[in-house]
């Protein structure tokens, strides 16, 4: 069979398909240690076509640590259509949010091999045989490939007003300051970093995309309600104060469980309710 037809078969049938270095034929040294990465593919400009898991063969003495480093170098040496994004390869930015191994986290802080096993193993270990699947943030729109669609999650994090709101013009050639205390209520929140992992891990988001603001969002909501120097506290209650919005929490913890930034969305959402509960009603 040839390669070309080997291909239309793929973007038919919407089979797996595993890419080699040099073309099909190609082998690779028994000495390298290699993992295989199971990829979700999809491109919405191919008529016809549906998703499907494409299969990537790296050596991990020719790559970094990270899952990133292997997406950039199945990129940059066997499918330049490979699509994710990517910024900082620092945890900051929150752009390679994906699922990987059936966990929501970010790529650039995801080993390829665990911490403490399997960087002295060799090619035939159990762990290493066994390839990776990495597939976008769950239950939502994908423009193409590992790259979800972030026009809803973005929406419903405009709508809390992330900025700090007074009441009277404030002085901008001088510092808004809080003291200590203060300051040190916002920790656990500020350090959020929108990559939507908790968001799109919780079921009831899952639903309830539409009405429900999520774990992100509701914990940069309190992250504003918090804040001493926001003298809008009593509207942004109030603004939450929906059976939707806030309330379709049910406390299953997935996006504690799941944040690449070990942060509580949970525990913030627990506060929201219990403010709400004690100076509104």
């Known amino acids: 069979v040839s390669l070309k037809a080997m291909l239309q078969l793929v973007s038919r049938h919407a089979r797996r398909v595993c890419f080699l270095p040099g073309g099909f034929g190609a082998r690779w040294s028994s000495t390298e240690r290699l993992k295989y990465f199971q990829i979700y593919r999809y491109d919405p400009e191919v008529a016809g076509q549906k998703p499907y898991l494409a299969t990537y063969p790296v050596n991990l003495d020719e790559c970094g640590p990270m899952v990133l480093d292997a997406l950039i170098k199945i990129k940059n040496e066997q499918d330049p259509s490979l699509t994710f994004r990517r910024s900082c390869r620092e945890g900051i930015c929150g752009s390679c949010a994906m699922n990987i191994g059936g966990r929501n986290t970010l790529a650039c802080l995801c080993y390829i091999e665990p911490k ?8 035939s270990s159990s762990s290493q045989q066994k390839p990776i699947k990495i597939t976008p943030l769950p239950h939502m729109y994908v423009v193409k490939d590992l790259v979800p669609d972030m026009t809803n999650f973005y929406d419903a994090y405009k709508s809390i007003k992330p900025w700090l709101q007074t009441k009277e013009t404030q002085e901008l050639t001088a510092e808004h300051l809080q003291s200590k205390v203060d300051r040190k209520k916002l920790d656990g929140m500020y350090e959020c970093i929108l990559c939507a992992c908790c968001s799109t891990a919780c079921p009831s988001y ?14 940069q909501a309190y992250r504003w309600i918090q804040d ?3 003298e809008f506290r009593k509207e942004r209650l109030d603004a939450l104060d929906d059976a939707f919005k806030l309330y379709r929490c049910h406390t299953i913890m997935n996006c504690s469980n799941t ?23």
């Open 206 to 219: 899952w639903w309830n995309a539409d009405t429900y603001l999520g774990p992100a969002v509701l914990m």
């Open 228 to 230: 001493s120097r926001d």
């Open 116 to 123: 403490g096993g399997g960087a002295s193993g060799t090619s």
């Open 259 to 281: 944040c690449p930034k070990h942060l509580n969305p949970g525990k913030a959402i627990a506060e929201i309710k219990k403010t709400i509960a004690n100076e509104l009603h």
